[in-house]
């Protein structure tokens, strides 16, 4: 049965849901679903905006039939061909075979890697600042390289203001029978999703979100835009400034809020202990704006999320086999893929005969950019003990007053 959504007077929402996928791209983990978003246009032509994931395939033809009433597909703008929006296209092409796709050149490689059977005299390359008309609307593309993939565009909708906006803009979870974002209580419900979307799937690539950001601004005038349709997640039809404003702050690097995120590795929770006192003692100091992980049993898709939001970050880790402990320099990994930056940083090591640990972070950290590493650090034998106190008074007292500069 057709389950799709009115999102203007002739666009509709024609994606789905999928409850069912435990990890997105085989590394996330889902628990509250996720949406792949497709949108039709019922122009002179039709126009299908990018397809959906396989998993969902049926939901999506389905949707895009009954909004066709009958029409034939005339157009399919391709802004991304990465499977979880591309892999229904040859569904698409079986269907309505005469349909002619619009994408950029980069994506018509891609889409002949991937085995889509695709005829060259289907296609109608675009480059950026092409447009074409489909009676009343006149759609501009805009390249989007590497957000989050090279081909990506994002096209926009000059005559009604709305930019198909690919990954750009999307988020983790299922809509459920909502689309808009104002549909939900976004700041509690959804911004933290939104973030571990943003941070894992296209961290990495803040210069390029910051380059389409301002190509928004300069090509198509930000106050031009009126609806923002995600491949992921709500369309947002108000209070854009809002979502925009996170994504100036996660693509330019920049902490959301001053506070403090301990995470620790610890085998015997000796080292936690440490990451506990520490915690008090940073809320006697009045930095209570705190989040204490451990990095053992939180998914570093979690923790990097996070680590996005807050200005300081403390790393307390044990050493094991003089080296920094696994988990621990796997996360150290992920910052480094995710090329986070800007950070204040503070460290605590421990170790029973030879404590490694902490020279070894830092070592780490010194090849991200923008870090503010704190000369202030505790070296434990074992666990915390009387001795320890006089160093850990200092290292608080140090993270508080940089938290509070
Ligand atoms: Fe949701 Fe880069 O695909």
């Given at each position: 049965?057709?389950?799709?959504?009115?999102?203007?007077?002739?666009?509709?929402?024609?994606?789905?849901?999928?409850?069912?996928?435990a990890?997105?791209?085989?590394?996330?983990?889902?628990y509250?679903?996720?949406?792949?978003?497709?949108y039709?246009?019922?122009?002179?032509?039709?126009?299908?905006?990018?397809?959906?994931?396989?998993?969902?395939?049926?939901?999506?033809?389905?949707?895009?039939?009954?909004?066709?009433?009958?029409?034939?597909?005339?157009?399919?703008?391709?802004?991304?061909?990465?499977?979880?929006?591309?892999?229904?296209?040859?569904?698409?092409?079986?269907?309505?075979?005469?349909?002619?796709?619009?994408?950029?050149?980069?994506?018509?490689?891609?889409?002949?890697?991937f085995?889509?059977?695709?005829?060259?005299?289907?296609?109608?390359?675009?480059?950026?600042?092409?447009?074409?008309?489909?009676?009343?609307?006149?759609?501009?593309?805009?390249?989007?390289?590497?957000?989050?993939?090279p081909?990506?565009?994002?096209?926009?909708?000059?005559?009604?203001g709305?930019?198909?906006?690919?990954?750009?803009?999307?988020?983790?979870?299922?809509?459920?029978?909502?689309?808009?974002?104002?549909?939900?209580?976004?700041?509690?419900?959804?911004?933290?999703?939104?973030?571990?979307?943003?941070?894992?799937?296209?961290?990495?690539?803040?210069?390029q979100?910051?380059?389409?950001?301002?190509?928004?601004?300069?090509?198509?005038?930000?106050?031009?835009?009126?609806?923002?349709?995600?491949l992921?997640?709500?369309v947002?039809?108000?209070?854009?400034g809002?979502?925009?404003?996170?994504?100036?702050?996660?693509?330019?690097?920049?902490?959301?809020?001053?506070?403090?995120?301990?995470?620790?590795?610890?085998?015997?929770?000796n080292?936690?202990?440490?990451?506990?006192?520490?915690?008090?003692?940073?809320?006697?100091?009045?930095?209570?704006?705190?989040?204490?992980?451990?990095?053992?049993?939180?998914?570093?898709?979690?923790?990097?999320?996070?680590?996005?939001?807050?200005?300081?970050?403390?790393?307390?880790?044990?050493?094991?086999?003089?080296?920094?402990?696994?988990?621990?320099?796997?996360?150290?990994?992920?910052?480094?893929?995710?090329?986070?930056?800007?950070?204040?940083?503070?460290?605590?090591?421990?170790?029973?005969?030879?404590?490694?640990?902490?020279?070894?972070?830092?070592?780490?950290?010194?090849?991200?950019?923008?870090?503010?590493?704190?000369?202030?650090?505790?070296t434990?034998?074992?666990?915390?003990?009387?001795?320890?106190?006089?160093?850990?008074?200092?290292?608080a007292?140090?993270?508080?007053?940089?938290?509070?500069?």
């Amino acid at each position: 049965m057709y389950n799709y959504r009115k999102v203007t007077d002739d666009l509709y929402w024609v994606g789905a849901n999928d409850h069912r996928l435990a990890l997105f791209e085989n590394i996330h983990p889902l628990y509250h679903g996720v949406s792949y978003n497709a949108y039709v246009l019922l122009d002179e032509k039709t126009v299908l905006f990018d397809t959906a994931d396989w998993s969902v395939g049926r939901q999506f033809i389905d949707n895009v039939k009954a909004v066709l009433g009958g029409r034939p597909l005339d157009y399919l703008v391709i802004n991304h061909v990465e499977p979880d929006h591309a892999a229904s296209i040859e569904e698409i092409l079986l269907r309505w075979p005469q349909v002619r796709i619009v994408t950029s050149p980069k994506a018509v490689i891609l889409l002949h890697q991937f085995g889509f059977p695709i005829d060259a005299g289907q296609v109608e390359e675009v480059q950026e600042g092409d447009s074409k008309c489909f009676g009343r609307h006149t759609i501009a593309f805009v390249s989007a390289p590497m957000v989050h993939w090279p081909e990506a565009m994002v096209s926009f909708d000059t005559t009604s203001g709305v930019l198909f906006s690919a990954d750009a803009f999307g988020s983790f979870r299922a809509l459920d029978g909502k689309l808009f974002a104002d549909e939900f209580h976004f700041d509690s419900e959804w911004l933290d999703d939104a973030r571990r979307y943003y941070t894992n799937i296209v961290g990495k690539y803040g210069p390029q979100v910051q380059a389409l950001l301002n190509k928004a601004s300069s090509l198509v005038g930000l106050d031009n835009i009126k609806f923002i349709c995600p491949l992921h997640g709500p369309v947002w039809r108000r209070d854009l400034g809002y979502l925009i404003d996170k994504y100036v702050h996660w693509a330019t690097y920049e902490p959301e809020e001053r506070g403090v995120m301990i995470v620790y590795a610890s085998m015997y929770g000796n080292t936690e202990t440490a990451a506990e006192v520490l915690s008090t003692k940073l809320a006697e100091r009045g930095v209570t704006n705190t989040r204490l992980y451990d990095v053992s049993s939180t998914h570093v898709s979690y923790l990097i999320s996070d680590l996005f939001k807050y200005s300081h970050l403390v790393l307390a880790s044990v050493t094991y086999n003089l080296g920094i402990f696994p988990p621990m320099h796997s996360f150290l990994m992920d910052m480094k893929a995710l090329n986070l930056q800007k950070r204040t940083v503070a460290l605590v090591e421990n170790g029973s005969w030879a404590p490694r640990s902490g020279a070894l972070m830092r070592e780490e950290l010194e090849k991200l950019k923008h870090m503010d590493i704190l000369d202030d650090s505790l070296t434990m034998a074992s666990s915390l003990q009387e001795q320890n106190l006089g160093e850990m008074d200092a290292l608080a007292d140090a993270i508080a007053a940089s938290v509070n500069q």
